[in-house]
T-cell receptor, first 114, second 115 residues
């Protein structure tokens, strides 16, 4: 059974600082996604990582995937208050006949303080 | 183009009742997945449909069922509701899981409260 672990689960940081969220998973997959969720809202797609070594950047966020280490990172650069949210990584167990199934990490609740 | 539409947005039901939730995927998308989100269990996979066929199912009791229609719209049904079924139910849409360049787009969710 695929397990996905995120750390830290809670992150309080000051504006302007950098930090990294880690996502480890237990079985082979080359499909990993990062989502953002604001309180009471749905999941907003941030990054789609589909191969080993994939790196994507959008604004102050950068995500990477190392399929050999079964590790993805979400790096936050010079945090701003608007980034406060819960961030989830999700690993896709896709099979041609078994279809798709996302296994989510527990989520990292990020609070950016002035 | 229009996003993923879930209805209703909010629902209050009594224990023992049944409920049907609806999801209309992005036009042209044929894969629809359902997830349950609770504070205690996090986000858990319920099932995935592709071209009207259920291809994958999570570890939920048989009270949870679903179907997909020829226009790709999907419904999920929960019978004999329990208090623990209170959750945010999310539906995700994708064009075809074999070509997943854009990942999965989630709907706004249905917040179900069982009293």
């Amino acid at each position: 059974e695929l397990k996905v672990e995120q750390n830290p689960l809670f992150l309080s940081m000051q504006e302007g600082k950098n930090y990294t969220i880690y996502c480890n998973y237990s079985t082979t997959s080359d499909r990993l996604y990062w989502y953002r969720q604001d309180p009471g809202k749905s999941l907003e797609s941030l990054f789609v990582l589909l191969s080993n070594g994939a790196v994507k950047q959008e604004g102050r966020l950068m995500a990477s995937l190392d399929t050999k280490a079964r590790l993805s990172t979400l790096h936050i650069t010079a945090a701003v208050h608007d980034l406060s949210a819960t961030y989830f990584c999700a690993v896709d167990s896709y099979g041609e006949t078994s279809g798709s199934r996302l296994t989510f990490g527990e989520g990292t609740q990020l609070t950016v303080n002035p | 183009k229009a996003g993923v539409t879930q209805t209703p947005r909010y629902l209050i039901k009594t224990r023992g009742q049944q409920v049907t939730l609806s999801c209309s995927p992005i036009s042209g998308h044929r894969s629809v997945s359902w997830y349950q989100q609770t504070p205690g269990q996090g986000l858990q996979f319920l099932f995935e449909y592709f071209s009207e066929t259920q291809r994958n199912k999570g570890n939920f009791p048989g009270r949870f069922s679903g179907r997909q229609f020829s226009n790709s719209r999907s419904e999920m049904n929960v019978s004999t509701l329990e208090l623990g079924d209170s959750a945010l139910y999310l539906c995700a849409s994708s064009s075809d899981a074999r070509v997943i360049n854009y990942g999965y787009t989630f709907g706004s969710g249905t917040r179900l409260t069982v009293v």
